[in-house]
Each structure stands twice: as C-alpha cells, then as structure tokens.
C-alpha cells in the first residue's frame, strides 16, 4: 500500500519559516520524482516546487522562488520543503507529490493528472 504522509504544517505569521516534510512507503522511492503542490479555499491546486530523483534538479513556482527550497532522502525515502518569509497569500493546504519516473521532473506546466500518487495534505496558515 503506497503512502504519502506529510507533517510540519501549522499556523505562523508574516516572516516565519516552516519546514514540512513527506515519509513514503510502499514505493520504492528513487523511482519517483517529488513535488509540493498546495490548494487554497476557492483556488486549484497549483504547483509550488519539483526535484528528480537524485535532487539534482529542481523547479519551483515563480511565486515561491527564492524563498522555498525542496530536498529529498533517498536514504530514508522523504522529501522535505523549508519555507522562509512566507506571507499570507502562502496560506494553503500542501499536498506530497510522486510522479513515477527518474527524470519526470513535476513542473510549473505539470497537469494533476501527471501525478502518480498524493498525499492528504497538511494545512499551513500565515497570519498577517
């Protein structure tokens, strides 16, 4: 049984950092890219950030560039996403993201339905 389980999301103000982090299990990790999606009340889902396999190449949303950064574990087979001076407008529930393949890096032009698994989100919310 394939799962995704994030954690790390929480309520914090304008300026804050967090760190979420995604466990897999029942894959074998270092076949899937990962990605960070995120949905907030009203909007779509909408891309936030991707890494391959190794972690070498990564993709982010214009909106969250320079701010986020997504890492991955091989060893202990999770990704993680640290995000500094979030702001309200980053409110949002965050979704774990695999997509089977080494080099299918998810993009910003990736479509859902290039998502081979998710997870069920984890809710992070930035007072002003």
């Known amino acids: 049984q394939v799962q995704l389980v994030e954690s790390g999301g929480g309520l914090v103000q304008d300026g804050d950092s967090l760190r979420l982090s995604c466990a897999a299990s029942g894959v074998t990790f270092s076949l899937f890219s990962m990605g960070w999606f995120r949905q907030a009340p009203g909007k779509d889902r909408e891309f936030v950030a991707g890494i391959n396999w190794w972690g070498d190449i990564v993709d982010y949303a214009d909106s969250v560039k320079g701010r986020f950064t997504i890492s991955r574990n091989n060893a202990n087979d999770s990704v993680s996403l640290q995000m500094n001076n979030l702001r309200p407008e980053d409110t949002a529930v965050y979704y774990c993201?695999?997509?089977?393949?080494?080099?299918?890096?998810?993009?910003?032009?990736?479509?859902?339905?290039?998502?081979?698994?998710w997870g069920q989100g984890t809710q992070v919310t930035v007072s002003s």
């Open positions: 993201a695999a997509k089977y393949g080494r080099q299918n890096l998810l993009t910003a032009a990736s479509g859902l339905n290039e998502v081979t698994y």
